[in-house]
């Protein structure tokens, strides 16, 4: 089992930057892929961005695709999620979540253990 704690969430202005990070708790996270989602008001939970337990694969949204870059230090227990160029329709609570499986999968159904969400407000 792992318990997940985002932070690094804000208001930010178009075109500026933000890092999350996501702190797991456990001595297996190594073993978990890691992912990022988001959701906005009013809409579903979308995938942006997740990372094999070795961090050498990734996968990405297209909407996101060459603005975050998510990436994982395994010695911390840390996964982060760096965001570039940040647009108002990036604006969502963003989770961070762990699945046992090997591919960094954008299925949301695939992850058993979620975080309790971090505000990112892009403002235009």
């Known amino acids: 089992q792992v318990q997940l704690v985002e932070s690094g969430g804000g208001l930010v202005q178009a075109g500026d930057s933000l890092r999350l990070s996501c702190a797991a708790s456990g001595r297996t996270f190594s073993s978990y892929t890691m992912g990022w989602f988001r959701q906005a008001p009013g809409k579903e939970r979308e995938f942006v961005a997740a990372?094999?337990?070795?961090?050498?694969?990734?996968n990405y949204a297209d909407s996101v695709k060459g603005r975050f870059t998510i990436s994982r230090d395994n010695a911390k227990n840390t996964v982060y999620l760096q965001m570039n160029s940040l647009k108002p329709e990036d604006t969502a609570v963003y989770y961070c979540?762990?699945?046992?499986?090997?591919?960094?999968?954008?299925?949301?159904?695939?992850?058993?253990?979620w975080g309790q969400g971090t505000q990112v407000t892009v403002s235009s």
């Open positions: 979540a762990a699945n046992s499986f090997r591919a960094p999968s954008s299925r949301i159904n695939e992850y058993g253990y």
């Open positions: 990372i094999s337990y070795s961090g050498g694969s990734t």
